[in-house]
């Protein structure tokens, strides 16, 4: 059974930091390209950030020199440190894995994020 496991969302201040875990069980994970996308209420889920299974990375533009996604293969998990947030971060984050290839596409149940004070 594939299961993909998100973990570290929270309340945090503007300015400050979270860094969320995604730990998947099920799959072949090194093969896999993994992602970070969120969606705040009333709006579209969009990308946050993207990672191959070579290690290149992809951001969207409004996260771009304040968020990092990496990956852990030998522990199947997939981090996205997020530093100065703003209140405009506040989401729930889903993490994805998907191999192209033979069409695997997988979401995990999300974590919420507020950026409030």
């Known amino acids: 059974q594939v299961r993909l496991r998100e973990s570290g969302g929270g309340l945090v201040q503007p300015g400050g930091s979270l860094r969320l875990s995604c730990a998947a069980s099920?799959?072949?994970?090194?093969?896999?390209?993994m992602g970070w996308y969120r969606q705040a209420p009333g709006k579209q889920r969009e990308l946050v950030a993207t990672i191959t299974s070579g290690g290149n990375t992809n951001y969207a533009r409004s996260v771009k020199g304040r968020f990092t996604i990496s990956r852990v293969n030998a522990k199947n998990t997939v981090y996205l440190q997020m530093n100065s947030l703003k209140p405009e971060d506040t989401a729930v984050y889903y993490c994805?894995?998907?191999?192209?290839?033979?069409?695997?596409?997988?979401w995990g149940q999300g974590t919420q994020v507020t950026v409030s004070s």
């Open positions: 099920g799959i072949s994970f090194s093969f896999y390209s």
């Open positions: 994805r894995g998907q191999w192209q290839d033979l069409g695997y596409d997988y």
